[in-house]
């Protein structure tokens, strides 16, 4: 192994391998002489398989898996889908460095392995003997593409205990969000699913959920008549699963739906204290995911809306109209992703909350006919 002579901090650069010599070529980079000073403190550090399959953008993830592999060290195997390169296959093998409490380094083993669309169908066989046999493994599904349909994904999905995947990049398109929302309920019942979309939704979910307790607002919830959901450019999925949170939380089910050619996504719910109608409204410009939310309730008599807007980063407003309400502001980090996936990398247990608000997202699009 190498270090750079101001951090001494161990390194290996992607060496180009052969496929069939991996294995071999991993256990290699531990036993290459270490610098001087390192020798005593290189730490081999491994606490899953990260499978990440991902298009192009290849090399700008893989800017990302230092951050990733900092909180939570992994075996990463990187499967990137290109054509235009000379070979089939082309495989790299890498170890990335960091250092540690107490002065150790701790490295975590790195494989680029890169197909053409002729030899995508070789890449399970190919992870398959690389995954460390008594550890967890995820597979972050970073190709962006439908979860329905893709053989790649159902013969990927079987060496994982975990699904990672981001339901932003579906895109817009009900046709096609609809069956990725319906794989990834099936998946449910035999893996730990997370979307990272669902991660971002968090700071509308504390800021609808303070507005709304009843010790803020008392008896709004049992009132509400009219959700309405704004979003831009890759925000339907992530507005699917906010009107489901709010639908299986408050025991709300769909009767019907419907999507005529000039209208949004709309529904009818039957709640236990009447109907509740639901509209989810794209917007062509502007700043992509959900823009705004309003909820419209009725009680004693007056009529309130609650509008709820992301007015900058790190920054979600609520104000309302019909009823004295000090506006209230929430403030968060916004994490970028590879902080997401990490933090879920460390989180294998089962999220009920979001399980039932899959559900529910499911349902809604399945009642929205297209």
């Given at each position: 192994?190498?270090?750079?002579?101001?951090?001494?901090?161990?390194?290996?650069?992607?060496?180009?391998?052969?496929?069939?010599?991996?294995?071999?070529?991993?256990?290699?980079?531990?036993?290459?002489?270490?610098?001087?000073?390192?020798a005593?403190?290189?730490?081999?550090?491994?606490?899953?398989?990260?499978?990440?399959?991902?298009?192009?953008?290849?090399?700008?993830?893989?800017?990302?898996?230092?951050?990733?592999?900092?909180?939570?060290?992994?075996r990463?195997?990187?499967?990137?889908?290109?054509?235009?390169?000379?070979?089939?296959?082309?495989?790299?093998?890498?170890?990335?460095c960091?250092?540690?409490?107490?002065?150790?380094?701790?490295?975590?083993?790195?494989?680029?392995?890169?197909?053409?669309?002729?030899?995508?169908?070789?890449?399970?066989?190919?992870?398959?003997?690389?995954?460390?046999?008594?550890?967890?493994?995820?597979?972050?599904?970073?190709?962006?593409?439908?979860?329905?349909?893709?053989?790649?994904?159902?013969?990927?999905?079987?060496?994982?205990?975990?699904?990672?995947?981001?339901?932003?990049?579906?895109?817009?398109?009900?046709?096609?969000?609809?069956?990725?929302?319906?794989?990834a309920?099936?998946?449910?019942?035999?893996?730990?699913?997370?979307?990272?979309?669902?991660?971002?939704?968090?700071?509308?979910?504390?800021?609808?959920?303070?507005?709304?307790?009843?010790?803020?607002?008392?008896?709004?919830?049992?009132?509400?008549?009219?959700?309405?959901?704004?979003?831009?450019?890759?925000?339907?999925?992530?507005?699917?699963?906010l009107?489901?949170?709010?639908?299986?939380?408050?025991?709300?089910?769909?009767t019907?739906?419907?999507?005529?050619?000039?209208?949004?996504?709309?529904?009818t719910?039957?709640?236990?204290?009447?109907?509740?109608?639901a509209?989810?409204?794209?917007?062509?410009?502007?700043?992509?995911?959900?823009?705004?939310?309003?909820?419209r309730?009725?009680?004693?008599?007056?009529?309130?809306?609650?509008?709820?807007?992301?007015?900058?980063?790190?920054?979600?407003?609520?104000?309302?109209?019909?009823?004295?309400?000090?506006?209230?502001?929430?403030?968060?980090?916004?994490?970028?992703?590879?902080?997401?996936?990490?933090?879920?990398?460390?989180?294998?247990?089962?999220?009920?909350?979001?399980?039932?608000?899959?559900?529910?997202?499911?349902?809604?699009?399945?009642?929205?006919?297209?």
């Open positions: 192994m190498s270090a750079g002579a101001e951090s001494q901090i161990a390194s290996v650069p992607p060496k180009p391998v052969n496929v069939a010599a991996i294995e071999r070529e991993l256990g290699r980079l531990w036993d290459e002489p270490t610098p001087p000073d390192a005593a403190h290189v730490t081999r550090a491994c606490m899953s398989n990260l499978v990440v399959l991902c298009g192009a953008e290849a090399d700008a993830l893989a800017l990302e898996l230092p951050a990733i592999v900092r909180q939570h060290p992994a990463i195997l990187l499967l990137a889908t290109v054509d235009n390169q000379r070979d089939d296959l082309e495989a790299f093998v890498s170890a990335q960091y250092l540690g409490s107490g002065g150790r380094q701790v490295c975590s083993e790195h494989v680029m392995v890169q197909a053409r669309a002729a030899a995508m169908t070789r890449l399970p066989s190919i992870v398959r003997p690389l995954l460390i046999g008594d550890l967890p493994t995820t597979l972050w599904w970073a190709a962006g593409g439908s979860l329905a349909g893709d053989d790649l994904f159902e013969e990927l999905i079987p060496l994982a205990n975990q699904l990672v995947y981001d339901s932003a990049a579906w895109g817009d398109a009900l046709p096609r969000v609809a069956p990725s929302l319906e794989r309920f099936a998946l449910l019942h035999h893996f730990v699913v997370a979307d990272l979309a669902w991660h971002r939704l968090q700071p509308w979910l504390h800021l609808i959920s303070e507005t709304l307790d009843p010790g803020a607002l008392p008896g709004a919830l049992e009132s509400i008549s009219e959700i309405s959901i704004e979003h831009g450019a890759r925000g339907l999925p992530p507005a699917l699963l009107a489901g949170w709010l639908a299986s939380r408050l025991g709300w089910h769909p019907s739906g419907d999507t005529p050619p000039t209208s949004p996504l709309t529904w719910l039957q709640s236990a204290h009447g109907g509740v109608n509209a989810v409204h794209h917007l062509p410009n502007g700043e992509e995911g959900i823009r705004t939310v309003t909820i309730y009725a009680r004693g008599g007056r009529v309130a809306r609650l509008r709820f807007a992301h007015r900058a980063a790190g920054f979600w407003q609520a104000t309302a109209d019909g009823i004295e309400m000090p506006e209230r502001r929430y403030t968060a980090p916004v994490p970028d992703r590879a902080a997401l996936v990490a933090q879920q990398l460390s989180e294998l247990g089962r999220n009920t909350l979001f399980q039932e608000t899959l559900t529910m997202a499911r349902q809604l699009a399945g009642t929205a006919p297209t």
